[in-house]
């Protein structure tokens, strides 16, 4: 039985030591970033010199597209572009109609508003399209100020009609910037992005080899690929004009690069060295793949590998060496790699419905509706019974916020409430009080205007922890120059629609947060079980080869794990936003929960390579011994899994105290601890004991601390 072992905590830095190192990571240039900020920046730049040379009213969302607008590829900008077009143009059929119907008698116009906000964050969360949805709740909330009390209606038409183009011009800018920067740029997007991969696979086996620790930028690389994987690679070859033959075999050769990519990944987390022959074998290794990125860029047919002879004590660079072996044979077309697909690590296609698939059974999707619809209302009924028209910003700042599906709590309050400051306020208002008194012209103001988006798109640019904050710095900043034809010099508009921008922030503060609050602890280690329950489902799973319905239920299964570790990640990194008398504590768990997490997805790895034996039939020509040994094997994992997972979520109801509760171990049978002949049922012998190993690492640290322990 393994003994519990206390582990140290890693991250004890305080609040303003750990802000600095992330703003400082956010923010550090990575390859691209350039390329991206200034498209974008020009993109808003060249939509905010036409909304102001030809006075178009109501312009702020009009530049604000060239931050929301896809970029993932020409076509992908093409189709954003072609959405918004489709979502403008129901908004301004709808809000007319809606508004001629029940605006003219009090209550009804109040009804009518509730039910037009209701359904906009009920379609920002049922839509499958996100521009659309972008579109409507942006057009929708800006268009319902116009109406919000009984006037004219051919001058709301009006009014509604001019919000509408505005979008539109920097809908058709973003797509026009995109077209000419890929007329310019020859490189083959899904070339350069199979290189990229295969390049930094390259890089962590020449360190390995030569002994040197992997770098950090390697290291983010390969993370971030992990995480990202390759769907938008898959989604370049379904769009593009290669020829039959061609498309589908890079297809294959992607799907062993993204599982190549996880194994990668998941060494340089476990192992910062490896032993003298696994050094050797890493170079050899490395030596291959700068052969087939040679072959690759050249698209001729790379030469056949074969396996090194050496046997490797770590499993994850065995399965590596596997996978660089397999993808010269698809040229060769002498290996089906059609079941590979099922394990490598591609998100699901986008429901090609107009909704999603639960948009009418999931109670959730009401429930959101209604908090969203009290949000908003609750900002109208403060502006409406003060006659501050000004401050309907704030209900197209509540719809903005939903429009974000980042982090939990206070990392969003923070990310909002510093975007609105800084953008409002630093930007917006000092701008007013120091730059444009001394502007008189049009040039004056784009340079200002340019200098601040630069701002907004590189923030933007940053990981999902940050990256709605320079959405946030752009609105509020636009929201104040952009909205009128001219040059904005009244502090007093430009006060309003900043405490506008706040005042939608503190109503979706107080209805998600304060009314129906979660920490981000709860909902890091309460995922994080649910994780460890599944993979004791993943360990379990019966396949067989040819099994199509058997593959399909595996890769749901291993779709939602996939989701899960992306779920945890984003919760822990929400942790550190939490100030208050239980930081420490809630960071000492953080902490205890990504070192699991590392563990837990080098067991996931791991374990997908046997779920692959079983796929391709390797564990029906086990001796039977073996076989009996490893169904006992699994199930014991299983069951440890299990218990891990009850035991975590006890902690996270009850608190820091000492449970005592037991968790059963996951034991190697006689059967799989003898000698075996062979490379493969070495190979399964060597990941049955790695698994084995990590599970009791994890049993142990588990069970030597409370989760919420300080030391």
Request: glycine content about 6%; overall charge neutral.
């Amino acid at each position: 039985m393994a003994t519990a072992v206390r582990i140290t905590r890693t991250d004890t830095r305080g609040f303003t030591e750990w802000f600095v190192d992330f703003l400082r990571s956010e923010l550090a240039p990575y390859p691209g970033r350039g390329a991206i900020v200034a498209r974008m920046v020009i993109a808003a730049t060249i939509t905010m010199i036409l909304i102001m040379t030809f006075r178009i009213p109501s312009g702020a969302t009009g530049p604000l597209y060239a931050f929301l607008i896809s970029r993932e590829s020409l076509v992908s900008t093409a189709k954003s572009a072609i959405n918004v077009l489709i979502a403008f143009g129901l908004a301004a059929v709808f809000i007319p109609v809606g508004a001629t119907m029940f605006a003219s008698i009090p209550i009804t116009h109040f009804l009518w508003e509730a039910f037009s906000i209701f359904l906009i964050f009920f379609l920002i969360r049922t839509l499958s399209n996100y521009n659309i949805a972008s579109g409507l709740g942006l057009l929708g909330t800006s268009a319902l100020a116009i109406w919000y009390l009984p006037g004219p209606a051919e001058l709301n038409v009006e009014r509604t009609l001019w919000q509408v183009l505005s979008p539109v011009i920097g809908a058709a800018v973003t797509f026009a910037v995109e077209a000419v920067f890929h007329a310019f740029n020859k490189q083959d997007e899904l070339l350069t992005g199979v290189d990229t991969r295969l390049e930094a696979i390259e890089t962590v086996l020449k360190d390995y080899a030569s002994g040197t620790p992997v770098s950090r930028q390697t290291e983010h690389s390969l993370t971030q690929y992990a995480m990202t994987g390759v769907g938008m690679l898959r989604r370049m070859l379904a769009r593009s004009s290669y020829e039959q033959l061609y498309r589908a075999q890079m297809t294959a050769v992607v799907s062993l690069i993204g599982r190549s990519v996880d194994f990668a990944a998941g060494m340089i987390h476990a192992y910062r060295a490896v032993s003298g022959e696994d050094g050797q074998l890493a170079a050899a290794m490395a030596k291959q793949v700068a052969e087939l990125r040679k072959c690759l860029k050249t698209r001729s047919k790379p030469p056949l590998i074969e396996q090194v002879a050496t046997i490797s004590s770590l499993s994850l660079l065995r399965e590596l060496e596997e996978m660089i072996v397999l993808i010269p044979r698809v040229f060769e077309g002498t290996t089906s790699l059609e079941t590979f697909s099922a394990f490598a690590h591609v998100p699901e296609e986008r429901n090609r419905g107009v909704f999603v698939r639960d948009a009418f059974t999931n109670p959730e999707h009401v429930r959101y509706a209604l908090a969203g619809c009290l949000a908003g209302m609750l900002c109208y009924v403060f502006y409406v019974s003060l006659a501050w028209p000004e401050l309907s910003t704030s209900v197209t700042t509540c719809v903005l916020t939903a429009l974000s599906n980042i982090g939990a709590s206070r990392q969003k309050q923070v990310l909002r409430l510093a975007g609105a400051v800084i953008g409002g306020f630093v930007f917006g208002m000092g701008a007013q009080i120091f730059v444009l008194p001394y502007i008189d012209s049009i040039t004056g103001f784009t340079l200002l205007f340019i200098a601040v988006s630069t701002v907004a798109a590189w923030v933007g640019t940053s990981s999902s922890r940050l990256s709605y904050c320079g959405l946030q710095i752009a609105l509020a900043f636009y929201l104040i120059h952009v909205n009128d034809p001219t040059i904005q010099t009244s502090l007093t508009i430009a006060r309003d629609r900043a405490l506008g921008v706040l005042l939608g922030i503190a109503m979706m503060w107080l209805v998600f947060d304060r009314l129906q609050p979660k920490t981000a602890v709860q909902e890091m280690v309460g995922t994080f079980a649910k994780n460890l329950a599944l993979l004791a489902d993943l360990v379990t799973v019966e396949l067989h080869p040819g099994d199509s319905a058997a593959i399909a239920s595996t890769r749901k299964l291993r779709d939602r794990i996939y989701a899960n570790f992306a779920a945890v990640n984003a919760q822990a990194d929400a942790v550190p936003f939490e100030i208050g008398s239980k930081r420490s504590m809630h960071m000492a768990a953080r902490d205890r929960i990504r070192r699991w997490q590392a563990m837990l997805r080098t067991f996931y790895l791991l374990d997908l390579a046997l779920v692959q034996y079983r796929a391709f039939g390797a564990i029906e020509n086990l001796p039977e011994e073996m076989k009996t040994s490893l169904d006992f094997f699994e199930k014991s994992c299983a069951r440890t899994l299990v218990e891990m997972a009850g035991y975590l979520e006890t902690e996270r109801e009850e608190g820091p105290e000492i449970h005592p509760k037991t968790i059963s171990e996951a034991t190697i049978s006689a059967g799989l601890e003898k000698a075996v002949s062979g490379p493969q049922q070495e190979n399964i012998s060597s990941i049955v004991r790695e698994l084995s190993g990590i599970l009791g690492r994890m049993r142990s640290e588990i069970l030597a601390a409370p989760l919420f322990a300080i030391e």
